[in-house]
């Protein structure tokens, strides 16, 4: 069945950086666009970075263009979230999702990873 583990979050100062890693399985990794999503206490859940399958178009939310970059390895099928700058809004549960004919899996999420950070 689809599986996203995340991992690499913790607990940070602000300014420092922090690198998120997602292992996708269950799926055809190299034919889906990807995706990092953050959901704070008491928010909705934010769409932060977007990759295409082929790595070429990148899109980000305007709270963290500039000082987020996401990236992929599809041999590895993992996805990956370098966050610069952090800032204490920043603090949520990551977790990234798979994209497939335009449509986000949102059936399945992993368990997320936690980023706090402290000002």
């Known amino acids: 069945q689809v599986q996203f583990v995340e991992s690499g979050g913790g607990s940070v100062q602000a300014g420092r950086s922090l690198t998120l890693s997602c292992a996708a399985s269950g799926i055809i990794f190299s034919a889906n666009d990807m995706g990092w999503f953050r959901r704070a206490p008491g928010n909705e859940r934010e769409r932060v970075a977007t990759?295409?399958?082929?790595?070429?178009?990148?899109d980000y939310a305007d709270s963290v263009k500039g000082r987020f970059i996401i990236s992929r390895d599809n041999r590895k099928n993992t996805v990956y979230l370098q966050m610069n700058s952090l800032k204490p809004e920043d603090t949520a549960v990551y977790c990234c999702?798979?994209?497939?004919?335009?449509?986000?899996?949102?059936?399945?999420w992993g368990q997320g990873t936690q980023v706090t950070v402290s000002s």
């Open positions: 990759i295409s399958s082929e790595g070429r178009r990148k």
């Open positions: 999702n798979a994209r497939l004919a335009g449509k986000w899996r949102t059936s399945t």
